[in-house]
């Protein structure tokens, strides 16, 4: 539940100014930009307060004798968000300018942190209970905006800094200020803003809808929504540190190179086909990375669970939620590229009209995640968002047909693999499925070391055909993708 209430706060303070604020190029006037991104802070306290409230008075509070210092959890989670949002203009100008070493050195030092605080206290002081968690969640985001800051004290100024041209010279530049003509924000910008502003609002609740509807309607018991979280968490590893940087930089290429709501024929023919390309590979690349996680998710579901949790959380619910939730990570993977290129093109009327969509779909969801849980259970949350993601691909899909149509390119090929490396990800299925049925997870750590290896085989097996069959995907990769995170970073 805090953790809902901190990743709400965020989103719905920062999410809308991030991709108005990164759209276009990066030559902008940038004091107007940061004076933009400013305002995410007190709209984060505002966000902060109300849905601390909330939390507090509306919705059911845990018993103190089970959970001790809700209250202080409470205020920690939502502090802890309006700390992070003070770094928002050095997260835009890092990603702006891909920054990517200092955005990957940044968070895993954040976690690094968190992680160490939690298990330092957990020894030492185990009966702090939610204090502890809520100290280390206040330590991540503090070490998080230091490093920027840290980072942005030793940069600016400094010769390399001018080598690249860097649109900022001195701290003070990125703090709030009035430009030469007396206004404090580009108000294109701040349209735009509005309009992802309003989006904001459903993304939300379709990213984060289930547990939503856990928390409000109590269709479950602590205890389940205590499994289906850890599950939730554990199979939403790959898309937090995989999918995700992916959409956020490539969201910033788009928006670089192609000009919102301006025809096809007339943008640049360079920029559209290097688009094209780049979509085309992104796509097949996290169709693969889906798709290995789906086939071999299913059979090693259980052995995951029962190695990480024991038989508590194996002999349950779940194994099926975590098998469902490996599904659920194809259409999460295929969705955030297409999404990202759809939000990089589209203009402020068509944002504005797809509001409606979403609209719509965020009322569906919400009544399909209901029911389904009545029928289903836990489960029912994940067929929800796999409803949901179903839908949403299909509306970036077709954005993306109508976009290229009037085109020589075809980025929508991407989705396409060869006949070969289709009949090798069923044979793994089937056969790493007969594995499972005989040797997981009741006999012997033996079986399940065969169990293991038998996958191991599989996916190299997998991996062989990807390389053969997946030319134009390999030198992608090698290339524009393995250049971009380890030639363009200084």
Not at 54 to 64: F, I, T
Not at 122 to 146: D, K
Not at 455 to 463: E, W, Y
């Amino acid at each position: 539940m805090l953790t809902l209430l901190y990743s709400t706060t965020v989103f719905l303070a920062r999410e809308a100014f991030r991709r108005a604020c990164l759209s276009g190029s990066t030559r902008r006037n940038w004091t107007k930009t940061i004076n933009l991104l400013w305002l995410t802070v007190p709209l984060g306290v505002f966000w902060s307060l109300f849905l601390g409230w909330v939390w507090l008075q509306l919705l059911e509070v845990p018993d103190p004798d089970v959970v001790p210092h809700y209250e202080f959890g409470v205020i920690a989670f939502g502090l802890s968000a309006v700390v992070e949002l003070l770094g928002e203009p050095f997260w835009v100008l890092a990603q702006a300018h891909l920054f990517v070493r200092l955005k990957v050195i940044a968070e895993s030092l954040s976690i690094f942190s968190k992680c160490l605080l939690t298990v330092i206290l957990v020894a030492l002081l185990p009966h702090w209970g939610l204090y502890i968690f809520s100290l280390a969640q206040l330590l991540y985001t503090s070490v998080l905006v230091l490093c920027y800051v840290i980072y942005f004290m030793k940069f600016l100024g400094s010769p390399e800094a001018t080598k690249k041209s860097f649109p900022v010279s001195r701290m003070t530049a990125l703090l709030p200020s009035l430009d030469g003509d007396w206004t404090f924000v580009n108000w294109n910008e701040a349209k735009l803003t509005w309009s992802f502003f309003k989006q904001s609002f459903l993304k939300q609740i379709l990213t984060e809808g289930e547990r939503y509807v856990m928390t409000f309607l109590n269709v479950l018991n602590f205890g389940d929504q205590g499994i289906y979280d850890i599950v939730n968490n554990l199979g939403s590893l790959v898309a937090r540190f995989v999918f995700l940087p992916i959409e956020e930089s490539f969201y910033v290429f788009f928006a670089k190179i192609l000009e919102r709501g301006k025809d096809i024929k007339l943008q640049k023919q360079d920029d559209i086909g290097m688009a094209a390309t780049v979509l085309e590979s992104l796509l097949k690349l996290v169709l693969l990375i889906g798709l290995t996680i789906t086939v071999f998710g299913y059979a090693y579901s259980h052995l995951a669970l029962d190695v990480y949790g024991g038989p508590m959380l194996s002999s349950g619910t779940g194994p099926s939620l975590l098998r469902c939730y490996s599904l659920y990570v194809l259409l999460l993977a295929v969705n955030g590229v297409t999404e990202c290129f759809t939000f990089a093109a589209m203009c402020k009327e068509e944002v504005d009209r797809f509001n409606f969509v979403m609209l719509a779909l965020s009322f569906m969801f919400l009544c399909i995640s209901y029911f389904l849980t009545h029928w289903k259970g836990s489960v029912g949350f994940i067929f929800a968002n796999c409803f949901n993601m179903g839908i949403r691909i299909a509306h970036s899909v077709h954005y993306i047909y109508n976009y290229f149509k009037e085109s020589t390119y075809r980025p929508l090929m991407g989705l396409l693999f060869s006949p070969l490396l289709i009949f090798v990800y069923i044979l793994s299925g089937i056969i790493t499925s007969f594995s499972e049925v005989f040797l997981c997870c009741d006999e012997g750590w033996l079986a399940r070391l065969i169990h293991i290896t038998v996958g191991s085989l599989c996916l190299t097996a997998t991996l062989i055909t990807v390389f053969f069959t997946e030319t134009k995907l390999i030198y992608f990769v090698r290339i524009q993708l393995l250049s971009q995170y380890h030639g363009k970073e200084n």
